[in-house]
């Protein structure tokens, strides 16, 4: 799917173990990212959770700077994650790497948040907007999990920036978030449709050894 910002085509919950499945939308939200296991256990993390414990969650939550990973993965930092991912799943490191290659894919490599704006960075260049909580989509995948996007739309800045951002991070109420992946685009509905491309964002000052090593532990 494309995304519109100043013509960057990308697609963006997180983490160690990301493993896309089909899904299915609720009638009442729509909303996730892709599913991932992490063992047996049914956790929040996981997928798992109740409508009533799904909060509101402010902006503040992501802010900081923020580094895409999709470098780290050209660039053969990944590859220890990779090999574990395939010593404990059901693909090999190569196709693990294809399948993350798509997912992770972006030319956004920077995010900075902070006091209700958003800035993105494609080749060093500057791109910001503010803006305000749009609520929150839920998503029904085919193994039965879900997950939970918050949606943010543009109060206002310039006028490439995406008219809305869609945050995924396997936390279903406030709480600081240390990765994410995050979509953007001008049409809300459309992109809560992207399950195949979610670009994934860790703290700008970790290395990426140590992006990898976190990614393992979960």
Known sequence: MRKSFAGISCAFLLGGALLAAPAVAEKKDKNAAHSHSHGDEKTVYKGYFEDDQIKPRPLADWKGDWQSIYPHLQDGTLDEWLAHKAAHGDKSAEEYRAYYTTGFKTDVDRIVIDEGSVTFYRDGKP????????????????????????????????????????????????????????????????????????????????????????????
């Open 127 to 218: 791109l910001a907007a503010s803006y305000e909580s749009d609520g929150y989509e839920i998503l029904t995948y085919k193994k039965g999990n879900r997950g939970v996007r918050f949606i943010f739309k543009k109060a206002g800045g310039d006028d490439a920036a995406p008219l809305f951002i869609q945050f995924s991070d396997h936390k279903i109420a406030p709480e600081e978030a240390d990765h994410y992946h995050l979509y953007w685009g001008d049409d809300r509905a459309k992109i809560l449709e992207e399950l195949t491309n979610w670009p994934t964002y860790w703290p700008a000052g970790m290395s990426g050894d140590a992006i990898a090593h976190s990614m393992m532990a979960h």
